[in-house]
């Protein structure tokens, strides 16, 4: 059976919150037992995002397709594989499942549900790291998507896993998740302010990425649609 678009819609919430919940409940843990090491609590959010997401993309990859984020969308629209209004769609159920996801970690850990970030996260070289890092990640769905298809959610993973720690932002990579992660007081949270320049950098990664890999797909195997 074909899943229907309220089910992918539910897949694409629910991948979303569980994410950012792993993303600000790990970030959370992490700084709760190693307070004065940012290093310790950067390598548990490594450790607990990037197998998250491997489990989220075989788990929910034949429901949605395992977005989760918003630029990932954008690629699949310029690809001319996914029309406007469904991404429209996307789009708010993983902005819905982001948000969602960091309630569910403030609640686990006996924090205020409600909050506003004053983590200061801005400036050339992190919106230029957030270009690069959705840049590569989008390559990677993509490039290995043609290659190795059943490696994507391992490659994936590994890829944020990475991402974490070669880039200046830490690798948001993600749309929802930069808008959800501004609603965290916690070490894993980017003032609300500062997102805005980061979206545009992920976007601007995205169709950057898009245009490469079709460019390098078609010179690579001149046969591909």
Known sequence: MVPTLTTRLAGELFGTAMLLATVVGSGIMGETLSPDNDAIALLGNTIATGAILVV???????????????????????????????????????????????????????????????????????????????????????????????????AVGLYITAGYWFTASTSFANPAVTIARGFTNTFSGIDPYHAPAFVLAQFGGAVLATWFCLWLVRRSFPTAP
Request: proline share 5%; charged share 10%; glycine share 14%.
């Open 56 to 154: 989220l993309i075989l788990m929910l990859g034949p429901v949605c397709g395992a977005h989760f984020n918003p630029a990932v969308t954008l690629g699949f629209v310029l690809r001319r594989e996914m029309g406007i209004p469904v991404a429209g769609a996307y789009w708010t159920a993983q902005v819905l499942g982001g948000g969602l996801g960091v309630l569910i970690a403030h609640g686990m850990f006996d924090q205020e549900l409600l909050q506003i970030s004053a983590k200061a996260r801005t400036g050339p070289a992190q919106w230029f790291a957030e270009g690069v890092a959705t840049f590569g990640l989008l390559s990677t769905i993509f490039l290995v998507g043609k290659s190795r298809e059943e490696a994507v959610p391992l």
